[in-house]
């Protein structure tokens, strides 16, 4: 079987934590995995939510993904913000750290969209720079996700999972691989999604994202709105035979359902990690 770099644990499964489920959650102490925290959720907040956080912690492992990191922007690094994230890692105990391989923004501005990279060698040497500094702040790994995407650059010089590779080794950080955005990318632009799987570094890997989207017929949209579609197990169970097991999340961040089935939802995964298990053997 094979192992990360980092010899992160392959905490099994688990979901995103949502506020709606709090109660659920803190009421039934559900036999799952792990909970992932939404990093931005607990930086500018009291009260209540990070008080629910500290309890989840005591109970189940956590680790955080990010969404403001902006590591692919031109502006330089928000080391406050960096900051606050570190604090916040080691009040929640989290394993890991995530953010996404993208910018959010320009000149100190957030749009709160996770908007696509040119892939060139510029932007890659910048970003790989920027990777190194944040992995200092943080003293630890920072792990990165390959995103969803609906248009592409003119000027991009290699194909998105070559400069995901490649960002990965030189910068020397971990990668979140979420399945379904190389299903939705895939669709969008007309490329093979196996290839986009075959060419990841497997020891880079630490975590999984599954999530449902949203089909418009010409293109689709990365909503996390709805149950994982078959096509997208089916790549599951590719990335599974070319990376090995690693913690698998379930996201869900709209049309919300009850805990029980976002949790059904994840437990699926169970077939294709058993699977790739007995396939090891």
């Avoid at 934590?17 to 907040?45: A, C, K, V």
């Avoid at 406050?80 to 959010?104: F, M, P, Q």
């Amino acid at each position: 079987m094979k192992d990360n770099r980092w010899s992160f644990p392959d905490l099994g499964l688990g979901v995103g934590l949502r506020t709606t489920h709090f109660s659920h959650i803190l009421s039934n102490r559900p036999d799952i995995g792990f909970f992932e925290i939404l990093t931005e959720n607990y930086l500018d907040t009291g009260g209540r939510p990070l008080h629910v956080v500290d309890q989840i912690a005591e109970q189940y492992p956590v680790v955080m993904h990010g969404v403001s990191m902006s590591i692919g922007s031109t502006d330089p690094i928000d080391l406050e913000y960096v900051t606050r994230v570190k604090a916040l890692a080691e009040r929640t105990g989290a394993l890991w750290v995530s953010d996404h391989i993208c910018w959010t923004g320009v000149l100190g501005r957030n749009t709160h969209d996770l908007l696509p990279l040119p892939y060139t060698e510029e932007v890659l040497r910048r970003t790989v720079t920027k990777i190194r500094k944040v992995q200092d702040i943080l003293e630890r790994p920072l792990v990165l996700e390959n995103p969803s995407t609906y248009l592409e650059f003119g000027a991009s010089e290699m194909p998105e999972w070559e400069f995901v590779a490649r960002l990965a080794e030189e910068s020397d950080c971990g990668l979140l691989f979420d399945v379904n955005n190389v299903y939705v990318s895939a669709f969008n632009h007309g490329y093979d999604p196996h290839v986009y799987i075959d060419a990841i570094p497997a020891d880079r890997v630490c975590q999984y994202h599954l999530a449902g989207h949203t089909n418009k017929g010409t293109h689709i949209i990365d909503t996390h709105s709805d149950h994982v579609i078959d096509p997208v197990w089916d790549l599951f169970g590719s990335t599974l035979r070319h990376v090995g097991l690693r913690a698998t999340l379930l996201e869900w961040d709209a049309d919300i359902p009850p805990f029980d089935v976002v949790h059904a939802e994840v437990l699926k995964a169970a077939v294709w990690r058993d699977q790739e298990v007995a396939n090891a053997a």
